[in-house]
Nanobody, 115 residues
Framework: VQLQASGGGLVQSGGSLRLSCVASGSVSSIAIMGWYRQAPGKQREMVATIQNGDYTKYAEAVKGRFTISRDNAKSATYLQMNSLTPDDTGVYYC??????????WGQGTLVTVSS
């Protein structure tokens, strides 16, 4: 599986961004797609995940502000990020997981929120 993430950029505090991740390869074997982020000097952390059947999970810090969605026809997942704060700054990575194929990571897209 190959994952191509896009949509990062520079935005002011309170603004919005939408990240996209398109999967290719053995996409039919993907059960879960998600977004993780890594802030400077910090460990990578889960932001949001979405499973087959559209069951979603969010980190407490983004609940109510971020929305993850999935378009199976396009083999894509999206992360709509609203009310961004400087604490949301980091590199955002797309991840996929399937029982038969394991876990894959995209290349990351940088999100910078200015105060």
């Amino acid at each position: 599986v190959q994952l191509q993430a896009s949509g990062g950029g520079l935005v002011q505090s309170g603004g919005s961004l939408r990240l996209s991740c398109v999967a290719s390869g053995s996409v039919s074997s993907i059960a879960i797609m998600g977004w993780y982020r890594q802030a400077p000097g910090k460990q990578r952390e889960m932001v949001a995940t979405i499973q087959n059947g559209d069951y979603t999970k969010y980190a407490e810090a983004v609940k109510g502000r971020f929305t993850i969605s999935r378009d199976n026809a396009k083999s894509a997942t999206y992360l709509q990020m609203n009310s961004l704060t400087p604490d949301d700054t980091g590199v955002y990575y797309c991840q996929s997981w399937g029982l038969r194929i394991g876990s894959f990571w995209g290349q990351g897209t940088l999100v910078t929120v200015s105060s």
